[in-house]
């Protein structure tokens, strides 16, 4: 496969994909429902994983629950996937969104704002959720994606033109994408694999095993179990149904998106064939 890989930041990234610079973008299932309700529209081929933990939301010392957030501020980027996160958070401890002061902070510099004391609490995933505890000694998360799997899908979103005209080889990518996640999940490679990955956000290899169980990483036929159509989070199609809900209601997106339209199975189906 004659592929071009381009690294990029996160929002940087489905930027680009809006923009056309490149022909599929690594996103979570929520943020492809934003990236198309302002034009950005895609078909998600892969499930590649669920934030099993490394979202998080962290509390400075001397806060231990969301309750306790009352009236603080809490820091996170705006309309992204931890945003959706703590409005789960503060669903779980039956508080709303107006209950606390929200600060639009990117999530790459959460833990800088946290640290600062600009906020009481901030959202982010690995790496900056890491950086925020290790910077701000007694902090802790209060609430993670590990209280809802299935949140937080991430999933490889293509270009309907591009899947359309070269539908073959995103075949062949997606059997890629198989044999990556095997690798990735074979105890026995763990060394390897976390000296690639910890290597391109700057962490080293020990530094990124601790955070590798905060991911769920899936091959293609746990993927295939997850593209069942069920209401609830165990599948994509749930969970982009209670995303979109949420974004609608948070004024993140005004017109409930057609979420089916952003899924499509059958690449998996024809790649395990």
Same mark, same amino acid.
């Given at each position: 496969?004659?592929?071009?890989?381009?690294?990029?930041?996160?929002?940087?990234?489905?930027?680009?994909?809006?923009?056309? #610079?490149?022909?599929?973008?690594?996103?979570?299932?929520? %943020?492809? *429902?934003?990236?198309?309700?302002?034009?950005?529209?895609?078909?998600?081929?892969?499930?590649? +994983?669920?934030?099993?933990? /490394?979202?998080?939301?962290?509390?400075?010392?001397?806060?231990?629950?969301?309750?306790?957030? &009352?009236? #603080?501020?809490?820091?996170?980027?705006?309309?992204?996937?931890?945003?959706?996160?703590?409005?789960?958070?503060?669903?779980?401890?039956?508080?709303?969104?107006?209950?606390?002061? *929200?600060?639009?902070?990117?999530? +790459?510099?959460?833990?800088?704002?946290?640290?600062?004391? +600009?906020?009481?609490?901030?959202?982010?995933?690995?790496?900056?959720?890491?950086?925020?505890?290790?910077?701000?000694?007694?902090? @802790?998360?209060?609430?993670?994606? #590990? %209280?809802?799997?299935?949140?937080?899908?991430?999933?490889?979103?293509?270009?309907?033109?591009?899947?359309?005209?070269?539908?073959?080889?995103?075949?062949?990518?997606? !059997?890629?994408?198989?044999?990556?996640?095997?690798?990735?999940?074979?105890?026995? /490679? *763990?060394? $390897?694999?976390? @000296?690639?990955?910890?290597?391109?956000?700057?962490?080293?290899?020990? $530094?990124? &095993?601790?955070?590798?169980?905060?991911?769920?990483?899936?091959?293609?036929?746990?993927?295939?179990?997850?593209?069942? &159509?069920?209401?609830?989070?165990?599948?994509?199609?749930?969970?982009?149904?209670?995303?979109?809900?949420?974004?609608?209601?948070?004024?993140?997106?005004?017109?409930? $998106? !057609?979420?089916?339209?952003?899924?499509?199975?059958?690449?998996? $189906?024809?790649?395990?064939?």
């Amino acid at each position: 496969m004659d592929v071009e890989f381009t690294w990029l930041d996160y929002g940087p990234s489905m930027e680009a994909f809006s923009a056309g #610079k490149v022909d599929a973008v690594c996103m979570t299932n929520g %943020d492809a *429902l934003v990236t198309g309700a302002t034009g950005g529209k895609s078909v998600s081929i892969i499930v590649n +994983d669920y934030s099993d933990g /490394n979202d998080m939301i962290v509390a400075k010392p001397g806060i231990a629950t969301m309750a306790q957030l &009352k009236g #603080k501020t809490i820091g996170v980027e705006v309309g992204f996937v931890d945003h959706l996160l703590l409005l789960h958070a503060l669903k779980a401890a039956n508080m709303k969104e107006s209950d606390i002061k *929200l600060k639009n902070v990117k999530t +790459d510099e959460t833990p800088q704002s946290l640290k600062s004391g +600009d906020v009481d609490a901030v959202g982010c995933w690995q790496p900056s959720s890491g950086a925020a505890l290790n910077e701000v000694p007694g902090s @802790k998360p209060i609430f993670t994606s #590990k %209280d809802v799997p299935g949140l937080i899908y991430d999933m490889l979103a293509v270009n309907p033109k591009s899947l359309a005209e070269h539908r073959a080889d995103w075949v062949k990518i997606t !059997k890629v994408w198989d044999r990556v996640a095997k690798f990735v999940n074979d105890p026995k /490679n *763990l060394d $390897e694999a976390a @000296k690639i990955m910890g290597a391109r956000v700057r962490l080293s290899p020990d $530094e990124y &095993k601790a955070i590798m169980k905060g991911t769920h990483i899936m091959d293609l036929d746990e993927g295939k179990k997850h593209f069942a &159509k069920a209401d609830g989070l165990t599948s994509i199609y749930g969970s982009n149904k209670i995303v979109d809900e949420f974004n609608v209601k948070n004024a993140v997106y005004k017109a409930p $998106e !057609k979420v089916d339209l952003y899924l499509d199975p059958s690449v998996t $189906e024809e790649a395990l064939k």
